[in-house]
C-alpha cells in the first residue's frame, strides 16, 4: 500500500514559483506513472503534469495551461516527486493533488496566487 502526502502549497503573488513536494510512503520506483492533478471549486479535478518510471523513460507530459512553466521530477531514492511551478497566474489557483498509477492520491495541497 502507497500513501502519498503533498507539501509546499502557500500563498505566492503572481510571477513567482513554488515548488510542490509528494513524499510516498511506499517506494515510488515501482510505480509506472504519477502525476499531478488539480481542482477548484465547482470544477472537475484537472490534470496537470505526468512522469513515467525510469525503466519506461521517465518520459513527462504537461497540459497546454502549464506546459514551459511547470517541471515534474521524481527522486527514487527520496520516494518523492516534484513539480516546479514558475511564473505562476492567478488561474492557477486550486488544491493540487498527487496520483499514483493504481489509484493512489494524496490529500492535496492549496496554492493560491494573489497579490
Known amino acids: 500500500q502507497v500513501q502519498l502526502v503533498e507539501s509546499g502549497g502557500g500563498l505566492v503573488q503572481p510571477g513567482r514559483s513554488l515548488r510542490l513536494s509528494c513524499a510516498a510512503s511506499?517506494?515510488?520506483?515501482?510505480?509506472?506513472?504519477m502525476a499531478w492533478y488539480r481542482q477548484v471549486p465547482g470544477k472537475e479535478r484537472e490534470w496537470v503534469a505526468g512522469?513515467?518510471?525510469?525503466?519506461?523513460?521517465?518520459?513527462?507530459n504537461y497540459a497546454d495551461s502549464v506546459k514551459g512553466r511547470f517541471t515534474i521530477s521524481r527522486d527514487n531514492a527520496r520516494n518523492t516527486v516534484y513539480l516546479q511551478m514558475n511564473s505562476l497566474n492567478p488561474e492557477d489557483t486550486a488544491v493540487y493533488y498527487c496520483?499514483?498509477?493504481?489509484?493512489?492520491w494524496g490529500q492535496g495541497t492549496q496554492v493560491t496566487v494573489s497579490s
Open positions: 496520483f499514483g498509477h493504481g489509484g493512489y
Open positions: 511506499g517506494i515510488i520506483a515501482r510505480i509506472n506513472y
Open positions: 512522469i513515467t518510471s525510469v525503466t519506461r523513460g521517465g518520459s513527462t
